[in-house]
């Protein structure tokens, strides 16, 4: 008997000490989530990361996607804020860049005004102004057609749009794989992960009569600042979407990104991506 629990004992140590090499998989409130490296597109963590659900804001990451994947695109054009954009605001009781009817905002201010306090003003501003058509509403269809062709060339057999916010009639949908190849994708441009990594502006624009306020918006992702190395990307949330996240951080020259999808609470999405990014890290 003796030799038999010392040969247990010693395989338990074995067994403890191969455990140690592989870092714990971790457990997340999250009803979906995916994780992988950037530089590779290895995945290094999957749960539920083909199933469709709504992806509240994080929708946006497409909205600026279409917007810089323009031709000839001049991010310094300015774009007259119309009263419909406001009113949308009002009637969704969406969040907002706080955009005042009559002032003139540059297109890359606009997208500050998307991706820090995901202004779905700022939104409706650029599906507006990079949709083609005679009608606003034609303009808007018009660029909706543009996120989802987009989403089929990079190959997201799973995502659909039918919004340019993420505040769609029910088919507004992604995956967390889906939702990390394109902001990996979006990551490739320089003024996208300019903006996704700025924790708060302060942007000067042009008013009605022609002078000029500022405007002031913080970033609604809680790991700039409190992840270390923390680069991006898209907070969102809604009625059926939850709460749902877009990360990305580098450390020693490793970048991992990922997404949590229908998470249950603010907290509980950023501790999801802080325990995926550690484990991200450690794989």
């Given amino acids: 008997m003796a030799l038999t629990a010392g040969a247990l004992l010693a395989g338990g140590a074995f067994a403890s000490g191969a455990q140690a090499a592989a870092p714990p998989t971790p457990s997340i409130t999250a009803k979906g989530g995916f994780v ?33 994947a ?27 860049a706080r955009l005042i009817v009559g002032d003139k905002v540059t297109v890359r201010q606009l997208l500050y005004g998307l991706m820090l306090p ?16 005679s009608t606003r509403a034609a303009r ?27 505040i769609g009639s029910g088919s507004n949908y992604s995956t967390p794989r889906d939702l990390t190849k394109l902001a990996s994708n979006a990551m490739k441009n320089s003024t996208f992960r300019t903006i996704v990594k700025t924790k708060s502006t302060k942007q000067k624009v042009t008013t009605k009569s022609g002078g ?3 405007m002031a918006w913080d970033n609604t992702n809680p790991l700039l600042g409190g992840y270390s190395g923390a680069i991006g990307v898209k907070t969102g949330s809604g009625p059926t979407a939850k709460y749902c996240l877009v990360f990305a951080a580098t450390r020693n020259g490793k970048t991992v ?25 450690k794989k």
Avoid: E, W
């Fill in 36 to 68: 992988m490296n950037n530089g590779t597109a290895k995945a290094l963590y999957s749960k539920a990361a083909d199933t469709r659900r709504p992806t509240g804001s994080t929708t946006k990451i497409m909205t600026a996607k279409v917007v810089l």
């Fill in 70 to 96: 323009q031709k000839n695109l001049n991010l310094d054009s300015k774009v007259t804020i119309q009263k419909a954009y406001s009113d949308y605001i009002v009637s969704k009781n969406a969040s907002s």
């Fill in 118 to 133: 995901s202004g779905c003003d700022a939104a409706y501003a650029l599906a507006d102004k990079f949709g083609s058509g």
């Fill in 140 to 166: 808007v269809k018009s660029f909706i057609g543009k996120m989802n062709a987009s989403a089929k060339s990079l190959g997201l057999k799973n995502t659909h749009f039918d919004s340019f916010d993420g």
């Fill in 212 to 214: 000029y306020r500022y």
């Fill in 257 to 281: 990104i990922g997404t949590v999808l229908t998470s249950s609470s603010v907290s509980s999405r950023t501790s999801d991506a802080k325990k995926l990014l550690d484990y991200g890290f």
